[in-house]
């Protein structure tokens, strides 16, 4: 549409929240008029574009100055003064230099491995038993005492360092769960492990079997070989805040505090999954919000936990609950609602 078409003076808002005017002057040279009224010529135009249709009614608050009752049709291949930048949202302003990604925060035992870490170990007592006096330590509470009094016991009878470590090497994966690790997009994925078992034990499982790389940090009770070559356990914090939680290991502060940690590092989480089977991940199943997942072991106690909750405490999860038999399960469901979240197939 040639310019001569239209009235002098013409002049009309590109959209509502721009800063500049557009203005057609007399001689139907097109230019930018700024909002302390100096006019910028259109000495700069070279930019290729299709600039709007726009329709106004008679009063419109949001347009300042709004002409009545007129429609127009405007396309040209020059826009005046392309040094002008588009304007920045603030949530553009507020997202500036964030990574945006998804968590997967797993349990270890029963989850990741197919078996318990710490009961499997007792096979390595005197005909696979633990005394009974031991036995009575076990307690919800006091699970990292009891432990240790397993490694000193195990100790006591010439177990070594080396054959605890190829006793954990014997344990085997849950279906799918090398699969799911190994194909999630490091891009666009964090994997973390927060378990109540220990450190020597998650490590060097995942170290033997090449996946150690593939989680980003392990949260679990401190473990070392002292220099007798017994096994040496501690905590991992001791709080007295969650009543769902162990004192030695709250597993939904954990969660919150490494989210909280990474968003200080420029990382945000659109997405977080909990991946578990057991009582104790009830507490960060319980923190997720409505666009999380959590994923419950079919079978294992927290299928069952999560309604008792429910049901007794009026404790309701937000997050999109899904149970698994596979790490694929879980891959699949990710894969579907959450986009590029997987290695392309080569």
Known sequence: MPFSCFPSNLSFVLT??????????????PSFRSPDGSREQNSHAAKQTTLLTAQFPKSNPQVPN????????????????????????????????KHEKILLAFDFDHTIINDNSDTYVT????????????????????????????FRYLHSNKTTP???????????FSPGMVDLLTTL??????????????????????????????????????????????LELEMYHVQ?????????LCKGQILESYIEERAKENVIFTHIAFVGDGENDFCPSLRLSPKDFVFP???????????KMKAEQGLHIKANIHTWKSGLDILKILSDKVPLLVQPSL
């Not at 038993?129 to 006091?142: R, V």
């Not at 080396?162 to 085997?172: F, P, R």
Request: with cysteine; proline share 4%.
């Open 123 to 150: 096979k390595l007592a005197p005909n696979g038993k633990i005394p009974p006096e031991i036995k009575a330590l076990y307690s919800d509470q006091g699970w990292t005492l009891f432990m240790s009094e397993i």
């Open 185 to 230: 997009d490091q891009t666009k994925a964090e994997a973390i492990v927060i378990s109540d078992a220990n450190y020597i034990f998650i490590d060097h499982i995942l170290t033997f079997h090449g996946l150690k790389d593939r989680i980003n940090k392990i949260f679990t009770n401190p473990a070392k070989f002292n220099n007798e070559g017994r």
């Open 16 to 29: 509502e929240h721009e800063a500049y005017v557009f203005h057609w002057t007399t001689d139907n040279v």
């Open 66 to 97: 709004c002409r009545p009752y007129f429609s127009l049709l405007v396309i040209t291949r020059r826009l005046v003064r392309t040094n002008i930048e588009p304007r920045v949202t603030m949530s553009q302003i507020a997202n500036e230099g």
């Open 240 to 248: 007295d805040s969650c009543s769902l939680s162990t004192v030695n």
């Open 297 to 307: 072991r079919e079978g294992y106690s927290l299928v069952k936990h999560i309604e």
């Open 162 to 172: 080396k054959q605890i470590l190829e006793c954990m090497t014997e344990i085997s």
